[in-house]
């Protein structure tokens, strides 16, 4: 019954691979974002996509790629992983229009990526 | 451009003592705010927020803000707090960009310890 849920919650890789951390929602939102937490917990966020489209890009390498195939999930893909790129990487949705999840953004639990 | 800042990076109370955790913003309209809780290996959960009219909010597990425009505040407080508050605490400020995707600016965060 998870609203926002990812996979996986931990990753472990070496440097210079590409992996890839997925992000479902099942609130019937329009926006996702991904965000990333580093190691002092600070969020920034990175993407955001509404009805499948590409609205915020934040300063992010191009190695980094979201994909949304649907409005449920958003995706991110990441290149040739560097040892700068561990950090806790949070999928959000967002609720649209009306109602008490306007503006409101659901978090999911986080995928802890580990690049050695 | 918009930021939130919190001055506090770890504040220590005891269990049944008050609690009040700072959060000042910068933003050019009417923020839309929030603070979310982040438990140890958690993600985020939504405490409280506020969008507009009375501006001392009510939240989950006992937490209340007050929104002071004034002051450019948005403080978090507790008339008791318990073992279990015991987590990272983010306050964040909600602004739109470009598009119909709404954007939140993170504070940097304070780590609450609960001393029994």
């Known amino acids: 019954d998870t609203a926002v849920s990812q996979t996986p919650k931990y990753l472990v890789t070496q440097m210079g691979n590409d992996k890839s951390i997925k992000c479902e929602q099942n609130l019937g939102h329009d926006t996702m974002y991904w965000y990333k937490q580093d190691s002092k917990k600070f969020l920034k966020i990175m993407f955001s996509?509404?009805?499948?489209?590409?609205?915020i890009n934040e300063t992010v390498p191009n190695r980094f790629s979201p994909k949304s195939p649907d409005k449920a999930h958003l995706n991110l893909h990441i290149n040739s992983l560097e040892l700068g790129d561990s950090a806790v990487y949070f999928c959000?949705?967002?609720?649209?229009?009306?109602?008490?999840?306007?503006?409101?953004?659901?978090f999911g639990p986080g995928t802890r990526l580990t690049v050695l | 451009a918009q930021s939130v800042t919190q001055p506090d990076i770890h504040i220590t109370v005891s269990e049944g003592a008050s609690l009040e955790l700072r959060c000042n913003y910068s933003?050019?309209?009417?923020?839309?705010l929030f603070w979310y809780v982040q438990s140890p290996g958690q993600g985020l959960q939504l405490l409280l927020k506020?969008?507009?009219?009375?501006?001392l909010v009510q939240g989950i597990k006992g937490f209340e803000a007050e929104f002071k425009r004034s002051q450019s505040s948005f403080n978090l407080r507790k008339p008791s707090v318990h073992w279990s508050d015991a987590a990272e605490y983010f306050c964040?400020?909600?602004?739109?960009?470009?598009?119909?995707?709404?954007?939140?600016?993170f504070g940097s965060g304070t780590q609450l310890t609960v001393l029994p």
């Open positions: 959000a949705s967002r609720g649209k229009g009306r109602g008490n999840g306007t503006d409101t953004q659901y």
């Open positions: 996509y509404n009805n499948k489209e590409l609205i």
């Open positions: 964040a400020v909600g602004h739109p960009p470009l598009g119909s995707a709404r954007q939140l600016t």
């Open positions: 506020y969008f507009s009219g009375d501006t």
């Open positions: 933003y050019g309209a009417t923020p839309y």
